[in-house]
């Protein structure tokens, strides 16, 4: 394969939820497992609804994932680019000039029904006289610019599902330009295909009849096409399908949640596919694991709860180097000594503070019996602490004591942190310190 270039193109027009996230992910990961390029293209022609704050936004969250761009372009600034493919196509005899109202094409759709035909576009505005268009014109009706589709069937190998084929003969001609000039998603897109060099175009299965027309329009424009990939659509766990409209798993929500962004990248790309979901340390892990070919035809759920869990697992498997940065901004001291020794206890990086303020002090120690904590202070060992010291130390206790099991740890681990739960006191240990330790087994915060 040579060298791929893939594109994600969101509009602008609200933020980032992780069904619009998932092509991004699908194409960052196919680039990468390629040596590819990755274009972000802003689908910004709708000037009524796309906002800068939104275009900020979704190169934020995509950095959030990982995902950063080798090429960025906005549709907004490339107008004219699209008025000569438009004109190439107007003179060619593919784009045509229609009058026909909103409410006229939406009656005729309705009596087309009524009569059991398909409603589809019966190319009425092919027959119009010149003198039956000035008319309109006259009127102050303005054209919009229909597609001349060819009746045929449009084939392709499909990345995802294999052999495709959709039968434009049952396709309406599509609206390539409004009445007021702009353009709808359909001529910028394949445009920028072309002018951009854009080698493989991987997105949702709900542009499938769209992949059929496009492919027409870069014949039209004489382009060859690019390979095309339609994996199947996120849903809710509940089987609801996602809406920026609604914030239904915001990328911007997910990631203030504080899960891990690497898990929410494993799970939207894993699920609903023939491989297992699993904690991954990279994206260039990720991209190995990733294979079109294995997703599935049936709509993937990205259950929270999974996502939570697979956070865990994420975040229990990271080395020091992967989140010192991050312990760094939190204040967060004891290097990797405490990663490791907390690491495991954590759904959430953040829950790292609580074990630094134990760790640190101070510490409100809980002491049971006074009797048992002093024996056991009387018996902790000279510093340096290491790894064996607990192990010695608890022995030590066990045999004046003769306590064991949960008797003999669960007070101590309670003198300690003053909880009764947390990370291996064995690790925990050498962090606190001999000082520390004695003013709690004497029941002192500290």
Request: with cysteine.
């Amino acid at each position: 394969m040579t060298s791929p270039l893939v594109r994600f193109a969101p509009s602008p027009t609200g933020y980032l939820h992780i069904g619009n996230a998932r092509p991004a992910l699908f194409n960052w990961l196919f680039a990468r497992r390629h040596g590819g390029r990755f274009l972000l293209r802003y689908d910004d022609t709708d000037i009524a609804r796309s906002k800068l704050e939104y275009a900020e936004a979704i190169a934020e969250d995509l950095g959030w994932l990982g995902i950063v761009p080798d090429l960025v372009i906005k549709q907004s600034e490339r107008l004219a680019i699209y008025d000569a493919a438009a004109e190439r196509l107007r003179r060619a005899g593919r784009l045509y000039a229609c009058y026909e109202t909103a409410d006229e094409l939406d009656r005729r759709r309705k009596r087309q029904l009524a009569r059991g035909l398909p409603p589809i576009y019966d190319r009425a505005a092919l027959k119009l006289t010149a003198e039956q268009k000035a008319a309109f014109e006259a009127e102050g009706r303005k054209p919009h610019w229909r597609f001349l589709l060819e009746p045929r069937e449009v084939t392709w190998d499909d990345l995802v599902r294999g052999a495709s084929h959709v039968d434009c003969a049952s396709l309406s001609d599509p609206v390539l330009v409004r009445e007021d000039g702009s353009y709808l998603y359909t001529l910028p897109s394949v445009v920028d295909d072309i002018e951009t060099g854009v080698t493989h175009v991987i997105r949702g299965e709900d542009h499938v009849t769209n992949t059929a027309v496009q492919a027409q329009i870069f014949e039209a424009l004489g382009a060859s096409l690019p390979a095309f990939g339609h994996h199947n659509l996120l849903t809710t766990a509940s089987g609801e399908g996602l809406s920026k409209r609604l914030g239904h798993l915001s990328l911007r929500g997910l990631r203030e949640s504080g899960v891990e962004a690497l898990a929410v990248a494993a799970l939207a790309t894993m699920v609903g596919t023939s491989d297992a979901v699993r904690p991954v340390s990279s994206l260039d892990e990720l991209a190995g694991l990733v294979e079109l070919a294995h997703v599935s035809r049936a709509p993937a759920k990205f259950d929270e709860h999974e996502l939570a869990a697979l956070s865990a697992r994420t975040l229990h498997h990271f080395p020091f180097a992967a989140v010192a940065d991050r312990l760094t901004a939190l204040d967060l001291g004891g290097g990797e000594p405490f990663w490791l020794a907390v690491r495991g206890n954590l759904a959430k990086l953040d829950e790292a503070t609580l074990w630094w303020q134990v760790v640190q002090g101070p510490a409100t120690p809980v002491i049971a019996d006074q009797s048992f904590a002093a024996t056991a202070a009387g018996l902790l060992p000279q510093e340096p602490f290491d790894a064996t010291t607990w192990k010695s130390w608890t022995q030590a206790v066990a045999a004046a004591t003769g306590a064991k099991g949960k008797a003999l740890f669960m007070p101590l681990r309670q003198a300690l942190t003053g909880l009764d739960h947390g990370p291996e006191l064995a690790a925990l240990l050498p962090l606190i310190g001999r000082e520390k330790a004695l003013k709690r087994l004497a029941g002192e915060s500290a």
